[in-house]
Structures are given as C-alpha cells and as structure tokens.
C-alpha cells in the first residue's frame, strides 16, 4: 500500500512493437523474395546475394543439361567414327536452307536476350529490355514454326527412321534417329525459353520495377543461351557434313 499523501509515478505506456518501429525489409525491398527477409540483409545485400544464388543454380542446372546433351553427341560422334560415308550421305539429305534460317533466327534471338540482359540493369532502358525480350521470343517462335516447315518435308521425303525410309544404308537410320531426337529435345528447351522469356516480357510491362530488380532476367536469359549454344553445335553436325571438302 502506498502511503497517503505520496505522490504517485505516472503510468508509463507500453512501447510498439519492434517491428512497428523499424521498417521491415519487405517494406524496404517489394521485391525480394523469402528467405531474405529473415536473414536480416540489407535490402541491396539482400537482393545481391538472391541474385548470385539464382544465377549459380542456374548453372547447375546447365551443368546436368551439358552431360545430356553430351551423351547424344559422344553417340554422333561414334556413330561418324564408324560409318563417315553413311553419315555424310544422311546429312546431305537434310534442308540446308531450313537449318542456316534457323541459325540465323537463333544467333540474332541471342543477340537480343543479350542486349536484354545487359539493359535491363538501367531503369531508365525498360522500354529496350521489352521490346528486346518480345522480339527474342517471336525469333524462338518463328524458328519452332519453320522446324515444322521441315519435319512436313523430312516425312514427305520418307526420312522417318522404320519401313520404307529413303536411304538403303542402314547407318542412315541411325544419323536421322539422332536428328529427329535431338532436334525435337532442343525444340521442347527452346518452347520453354519462350514461355519463360514471354513471362518475363508480361511482367516487365505490368510491374515497371520488375526488370531492374528481379533476378529472374539474368537467370531465364541465361537458359536461352544455353539453348543457342546446343544449336550451334547441332548445325554443323545435322547440315554441314557431307557438304563440305
């Protein structure tokens, strides 16, 4: 009991909570994504390290793609080894035309995500990045358009491996079993590269931040690349042997 006449200590009201007195970094940096906000990261640290991490599982993701694709080519590599006549003559039944516009279509779609990428570090270049990113999807798209335009002929020529395929040589089936699987496999990469850069495109527009924080960019313009690169080891292969020399 307090004694009368004592004068009494005004109450001290409860302090607000500390996370309503220091700004959280989702306030701070909309457009990071979990777990850095618990990590305690400034929002430029933050933003940093998540775009290193995307950027590294990006390449180890490219890394077991590479032993993939590397297990076709060690077989084309044996198979031209073992039979150079008849892979010679195989690929010399291949539209030469179809595949150096495909080539062409794929070097200047690379161009452009490079160009994307690089820009899409400066705000003030948004409107590049867009079109660049949109123009690299439409050259993904035509060059899957005229790999159709290709496969129509390749079966009409009766250049599908089974009964009744053109060439008499057996090893010809192999080379062209190499061809439509690798080519369609490379396609299903290239399909995806455009649903991704696509959606990149869509949110850039929507979201006026996006492309200059995100670390998607780098990381979807990374996979293109890839896609480019298996492409030009597959030209050669699939159209240049047996025109050459």
């Known amino acids: 009991m307090r004694a009368t ?11 607000p909570p500390l996370r309503e007195t220091v700004p959280s970094l ?13 990590l305690g990261f400034a929002p430029a ?7 290193a991490g995307a950027t590294f599982g990006m390449w180890i993701f490219i890394a077991s793609e590479v032993l993939f694709f590397g297990a ?24 030469i035309v179809y595949g150096t516009a495909n080539t062409a279509l794929l070097l200047t779609s690379g161009l452009l995500a ?33 790999k159709g335009f290709e496969y129509r002929e390749d079966i009409r020529e009766n250049l599908v491996p089974g009964p009744g395929f053109k060439l008499a040589d057996r090893p010809t089936q192999l080379f062209f079993g ?16 455009i649903g991704l850069v696509t959606r990149l495109a869509w949110k850039g527009w929507h979201a006026p931040d996006f492309l200059a924080t995100s670390p998607q960019v780098e990381v979807a313009l990374l996979y293109w690349g890839f896609v480019d690169m298996v492409w030009i080891v597959l030209y050669p292969a699939l159209y240049l042997v047996g025109r050459t020399g």
């Open 114 to 146: 490079a160009i994307a990428a690089r820009a899409a570090e400066v705000p003030a270049l948004r409107r590049l990045v867009l079109v660049c990113l949109l123009l690299t999807a439409g050259l993904g798209l035509a060059f899957l358009i005229v």
């Open 72 to 95: 076709l080519f060690l077989f084309y590599a044996a198979l031209r080894a073992e039979h150079p006549e008849a892979v010679a003559a195989a690929a010399r039944e291949t539209n």
């Open 45 to 51: 640290d933050a933003l940093a390290r998540q775009r």
């Open 26 to 38: 989702r306030e701070s940096a909309p457009s990071l994504r979990e777990p850095w906000h618990d």
């Open 178 to 193: 190499f061809y439509w699987f690798a080519t369609a496999v490379h396609g299903i990469h290239l399909a995806i590269g």
């Open 5 to 15: 006449g004592e004068p009494s200590l005004p109450l001290r009201e409860p302090s």
